[in-house]
């Protein structure tokens, strides 16, 4: 039976919390278990139907695999695993911070090798996904894009550096929204909610306003100017928001701080490959 998703075997070098998201979202909507591997040294289950074993296998060349360790793990997999891989796999990876050319110099066989930064909500098919492929043919991009597409919004990036940035907003996204959430339902503790209400609204504030944001054809800072009365409570709150050093300030510093560290991390992928300066 042909699967919706897969060309053929896929396998999963490391199944953890963003790798994990994107295998159910994909079970969610059609893929075969059985076409899937994850790779991980624990053995632990993944998804019911779906193999796991703590080495490769030895029984099937893969169609696709992705990368899903630990950045600081690569050189650890990528001795075994290369051998493994043929011209037609294709090198998905999700690894933050290592760039297509430390992939490609590590992995010589796949002619594609497509870098990929999804955040968790894919769990639930309404991620992000930013995707970037200086070497990649036709079919493999439009693979890549029906496997991704099934578990959210993509946007390819020709500029690598344009990507990272799309990866943190993205990727990293949720986490700072989470942050504002739990600030949000903290906020209104002090004010004298009780902790389950304040949490209550905070989620149901933020799932309603997404929803309404999504949908509308406004910008966001136009529908915050339609909730906002003339020297009402929300323009109180928002003047507050909007200061110099207010929540754009800080929000560009948060990204600035997680760019950073994705450009020490691809120097450090860069290092570890070429190993110590013999001089």
């Given at each position: 039976?042909?699967?919706?998703?897969?060309?053929?075997?896929?396998?999963?070098?490391?199944?953890?919390?963003?790798?994990?998201?994107?295998?159910?979202?994909?079970?969610?909507?059609?893929?075969?278990?059985?076409?899937?591997?994850?790779?991980?040294?624990?053995?632990?289950?993944?998804?019911?139907?779906?193999?796991?074993?703590?080495?490769?296998?030895?029984?099937?060349?893969?169609?696709?695999?992705?990368?899903?360790?630990?950045?600081?793990?690569?050189?650890?997999?990528?001795?075994?695993?290369?051998?493994?891989?043929?011209?037609?796999?294709?090198?998905?990876?999700?690894?933050?911070?290592?760039?297509?050319?430390?992939?490609?110099?590590?992995?010589?066989?796949?002619?594609?090798?497509?870098?990929?930064?999804?955040?968790?909500?894919?769990?639930?098919?309404?991620?992000?996904?930013?995707?970037?492929?200086?070497?990649?043919?036709?079919?493999?991009?439009?693979?890549?894009?029906?496997?991704?597409?099934?578990?959210?919004?993509?946007?390819?990036?020709?500029?690598?550096?344009?990507?990272?940035v799309a990866g943190i907003v993205g990727g990293a996204g949720p986490a700072f929204l989470f942050r504002f959430i739990d600030a949000l339902a903290k906020a209104g503790e002090g004010l004298g909610l009780a902790p389950a209400d304040a949490a209550s609204l905070a989620l149901g504030m933020v799932e309603g306003a997404g929803a309404q944001a999504a949908a509308s054809d406004h910008s966001p800072a136009e529908l915050a100017r339609q909730v906002a009365s003339p020297g009402g409570t929300?323009?109180?709150?928002?003047?507050?928001?909007?200061?110099?050093?207010?929540?754009?300030?800080?929000?560009?510093?948060?990204?600035?701080?997680?760019?950073?560290?994705?450009?020490?991390?691809?120097?450090?992928?860069?290092?570890?490959?070429?190993?110590?300066?013999?001089?």
């Open positions: 039976m042909r699967d919706p998703l897969l060309p053929g075997p896929m396998w999963m070098i490391g199944c953890g919390n963003m790798a994990g998201a994107m295998l159910q979202g994909w079970l969610a909507r059609g893929a075969d278990p059985r076409h899937i591997t994850v790779i991980r040294p624990s053995g632990k289950p993944a998804a019911e139907g779906v193999r796991v074993l703590t080495a490769l296998p030895e029984d099937e060349v893969p169609a696709l695999v992705l990368l899903g360790v630990k950045p600081q793990m690569l050189d650890a997999v990528a001795p075994s695993l290369a051998p493994a891989l043929d011209p037609e796999t294709i090198l998905v990876s999700i690894l933050a911070g290592v760039e297509a050319q430390s992939l490609r110099e590590r992995f010589a066989a796949p002619r594609s090798i497509v870098r990929a930064m999804p955040n968790l909500p894919v769990r639930l098919n309404k991620g992000v996904i930013a995707l970037h492929a200086k070497e990649a043919d036709g079919r493999a991009r439009e693979i890549v894009e029906t496997l991704m597409a099934a578990i959210g919004r993509t946007l390819w990036f020709d500029e690598e550096d344009l990507f990272q929300t323009e109180a709150g928002l003047a507050m928001l909007d200061a110099e050093d207010g929540l754009e300030a800080l929000v560009r510093r948060t990204l600035e701080a997680s760019r950073r560290r994705s450009r020490e991390m691809a120097e450090a992928a860069r290092g570890r490959h070429q190993g110590p300066d013999p001089n």
